[in-house]
């Protein structure tokens, strides 16, 4: 019978043979590691003008959208947050025919992080990962685990106006199984109010009834899962409903009151019913 055991969670800044060069090689090595799809390394320690060097620069396989990697050991700081949407400004300026990310992976993603991000107004691209490593024996496992999904733009109706896409475009961006399941939840939508119809915006596809916007919920397909966020105040019943079902939970967030959930394939028609209610209850508080 296998041994079960809770493994001993160290702190990597604290480990002095562990260092950023080695966390970024082995990152470097195999980026899909971070759980951000299908990445191949372009570039590491790439020089910036007049501004140091650039950790890693990812590029999805398929997308070819960029990812502007910095790594830091220990907690987030101002300086290494404004370092790595620097570095994101300065490559999306030089190469503007790709999608760009900025991407800071720290041990500890402190409060801090979050406020000062706050200050953008959901303006930047930025993913925040969290990376947690363990000792087993001689040897470190890291774990990598996405605390702060990707805040493009604010839920904001007006923006529905001035990026708009269509659906080939998230395809290309998610896939095309990721946005069928968008159409899935329309469906549901659909059952207590009909007449709804997906909007194809640059950062999210949106909810529009009769040519006017009305996104009391907005998708954002992945690759391989969908991320949707759901306008709702939040509430303890609400909470235990989503922890009761088991949904895959990325977080509240209370500036914009959202609820936002990662949802697999299989979710939509497992999990039909509590989405429905959360949707439904969206939609009349949306009134």
């Known amino acids: 019978m296998a041994n079960i055991f809770e493994p001993e969670k160290i702190i990597l800044k604290d480990n002095p043979v562990i260092s950023e060069k080695i966390i970024q090689e082995k990152i470097a090595a195999n980026p899909s590691i971070l759980g951000l799809g299908e990445l191949i390394l372009k570039d590491k ?21 960029r990812y ?45 992080f979050h406020n000062i991000i706050g200050l953008f107004n959901g303006n930047i691209p930025i993913i925040a990962i969290q990376m ?22 604010e839920f904001d109706d007006e923006e529905e106006e001035l990026e708009v896409t269509d659906r080939t475009y998230w395809i290309n961006r998610g896939s095309e199984k990721t946005v069928k399941m968008a159409d899935s939840l329309l469906s549901i939508i659909n059952e207590f109010s009909s007449g709804y119809e997906l909007k194809y915006n640059k950062f999210y596809i949106g909810l529009g009834k009769d040519g006017v916007a009305n996104n009391f919920s907005v998708f ?29 939970d990325m977080g509240y967030l209370k500036r914009w009151g959202i609820y936002r959930l990662r949802l697999e394939e299989e979710d939509v028609e497992k999990k039909k019913e509590i989405l429905k209610d959360l949707l439904s209850r969206a939609y009349e508080n949306y009134k």
């Open 220 to 248: 954002r397909p992945r690759r391989s899962t969908l991320n949707i966020e759901i306008k709702l105040p939040y509430s303890e019943e609400v909470q235990k409903a989503i922890e009761d079902n088991e949904l895959n």
């Open 68 to 112: 502007e990697v910095e790594i830091q050991l220990g907690k987030t700081d101002e300086s290494h947050i404004i370092r790595t949407i620097e570095y994101w400004d300065i490559e999306r300026k030089r190469f503007p025919q790709y999608d760009h990310c900025a991407v800071i992976i720290a041990e500890d993603i402190t409060t801090r």
């Open 132 to 153: 947690n490593a363990y000792k087993f024996g001689d040897d470190i496992g890291l774990i990598f685990t996405t605390v702060l999904d990707e805040l493009t733009a």
């Open 45 to 65: 320690e790439r020089m910036q003008p007049r501004a140091g060097r650039l950790d890693l620069l990812l590029q999805d396989v398929e997308t070819k959208r």
